[in-house]
Each structure stands twice: as structure tokens, then as C-alpha cells.
């Protein structure tokens, strides 16, 4: 198994940058598809970013793609989201994600989830 600890939340103005870190501990010495969804109240999960520590290659939901990067580091063990240009509806807890065995953009076929880190847009 894999443990997940998201940090890097904040409040953050309209058009600023926000860096979110996940921590991967335990069975790291394999490749898992990661990913980073955010949820706000009322509303589904959403996966906005993802990818394969195996060979990096990444996808992105189209309401962050050129604005959200994703990137792991093997070293560190450790899955970023730089967030850029934010805008008030990116408001959401956020939180990280890993796959082993799979690569489905799905919420419910991530096995290992993080406690989640809340981001606050303000106009």
C-alpha cells in the first residue's frame, strides 16, 4: 500500500500561483497512476490532473489544461500540482490519488487517496 499526505493549500488571489506537494510513503518502489481531483460542496469529484510515474506522461482536464502542470518527482517521492493563472471557481479541496496496475481517469478505480488540502480562490 501506498500512504498520501497532501500540504500546500492556501488562500490565494484571482490570478495568482499555488504549488500543492503530495508525499507518497510505504510501497513507493513501483509505478502508480497519480492524480490530483478536487471536489467543492454539492458537486462530484474531478479529476483535473494525471499521470504515470512509470514514464511521466501526463493528462489534463480541459477546464486547467495550460494553467494547471502536474509532475513527479522519483527522488523525493513526492506528486506536484503548480497551479497558475487561478481562477475563483478552482476553489475546492483538492486532493491526491494513485492507481496501481491502471491508468482509469475515474475517481472510484484510485485506491489510495490523501486527507485533502483546501483552496481558496478570492476575487
Known amino acids: 500500500h501506498v500512504q498520501l499526505a497532501e500540504y500546500g493549500g492556501g488562500s490565494v488571489q484571482a490570478g495568482g500561483s499555488l504549488r500543492l506537494s503530495c508525499a507518497a510513503s510505504?510501497?513507493?518502489?513501483?509505478?502508480?497512476?497519480m492524480a490530483w481531483f478536487r471536489r467543492t460542496p454539492g458537486k462530484e469529484r474531478e479529476g483535473v490532473a494525471y499521470?504515470?510515474?512509470?514514464?511521466?506522461?501526463?493528462a489534463y482536464a480541459d477546464s486547467v489544461k495550460g494553467r494547471f502542470t502536474i509532475s513527479y518527482d522519483k527522488a523525493k517521492n513526492t506528486l506536484y500540482l503548480q497551479m497558475s493563472s487561478l481562477k475563483v471557481e478552482d476553489t475546492a479541496t483538492y486532493y491526491c490519488?494513485?492507481?496501481?496496475?491502471?491508468?482509469?481517469?475515474?475517481?472510484?478505480?484510485?485506491?489510495?487517496w490523501g486527507q485533502g488540502t483546501q483552496v481558496t480562490v478570492s476575487s
Open positions: 490519488a494513485a492507481q496501481k496496475g491502471g491508468s482509469s481517469e475515474r475517481a472510484d478505480d484510485f485506491a489510495y
Open positions: 499521470i504515470y510515474t512509470g514514464l511521466l506522461f501526463t
Open positions: 510505504g510501497d513507493t518502489n513501483r509505478d502508480y497512476y
